[in-house]
Antibody, heavy 119, light 110 residues
Framework: QVQLVQSGAEVKKSGASGKISCKAS????????INWVRQAPGQRLEWMGW????????IYSQKFQGRLTITRDTSATTAYMELSRLRSEDTAVYYC????????????WGQGTMVTVSS | QSVLTQPPSVSAAPGQKVTISCSGS????????VSWYQQLPGTAPKVLIY???KRPSGIPDRFSGSKSGTSATLGITGLQTGDEADYYC???????????FGGGTQLTVL
């Protein structure tokens, strides 16, 4: 079935970088964009950026410009999100989500990856 | 501060109806489709409504959506205890060139 499976929880030190993977299956990977959305404990969903999985083009939220890198490996049908210079405020659950441009919605979500940043 | 504004919480008794509002602006709701997502405790969000008022297959018709101008509304009828969750509206913001979400509304079924 169509699904996105993310890598496991991580604990990082302040100032370090963290990279999460999102493995897609059950559909043609390059047909749909992959977005990254995070949710700090008890907080709202926050969109971070997305990647056109076909050509690799990316758009990042202004908030994360310079710290966020989204890539993809089409042969592995996997998208990656790397956030650098981590700080305590980056402690959150990170989700990848498939954007279906035909119906303008995030129709499939990964299970989430908890990233804890400690000093 | 969220770009889209939702009430923090709503509550109603089982079997009753509830509505959740989502207020935005011309750069987001006013000119783009709205989706609604349900997030059960400890799980990832799931789309309930897309393109303002359409339901994906498998979503019961107890859930409905509407949009007027720069506001959108999610309606849930025949409330069940299993509907207790956080509900988020979401859309694209043309000024920000990115997706935006509301602050979320916690539904309690009393």
């Amino acid at each position: 079935q169509v699904q996105l499976v993310q890598s496991g929880a991580e604990v990082k030190k302040s100032g370090a970088s963290g990279k999460i993977s999102c493995k897609a299956s059950g559909y043609t990977f390059t047909t749909y964009a992959i977005n990254w959305v995070r949710q700090a404990p008890g907080q709202r969903l926050e969109w971070m950026g997305w990647i056109n999985t076909g050509n690799g083009y990316t758009i990042y939220s202004q908030k994360f410009q310079g710290r966020l890198t989204i890539t993809r490996d089409t042969s592995a049908t996997t998208a990656y999100m790397e956030l650098s210079r981590l700080r305590s405020e980056d402690t959150a659950v990170y989700y990848c989500a498939r954007w279906d441009g035909r119906i303008y919605t995030f129709d499939i979500w990964g299970q989430g990856t908890m990233v804890t940043v400690s000093s | 501060q969220s770009v889209l504004t939702q009430p923090p919480s709503v509550s109603a008794a089982p079997g009753q109806k509830v509505t959740i509002s989502c207020s935005g602006s011309s750069s987001n709701i006013g000119n783009n489709y709205v989706s609604w997502y349900q997030q059960l405790p400890g799980t990832a969000p799931k789309v309930l409504i897309y393109e303002n008022n359409k339901r994906p297959s498998g979503i019961p018709d107890r859930f409905s959506g509407s949009k007027s101008g720069t506001s959108a509304t999610l309606g849930i009828t025949g409330l069940q205890t299993g509907d207790e969750a956080d509900y988020y509206c979401g859309t694209w913001d043309s000024s920000l060139s990115g997706a935006v979400f509301g602050g979320g509304t916690q539904l309690t079924v009393l």
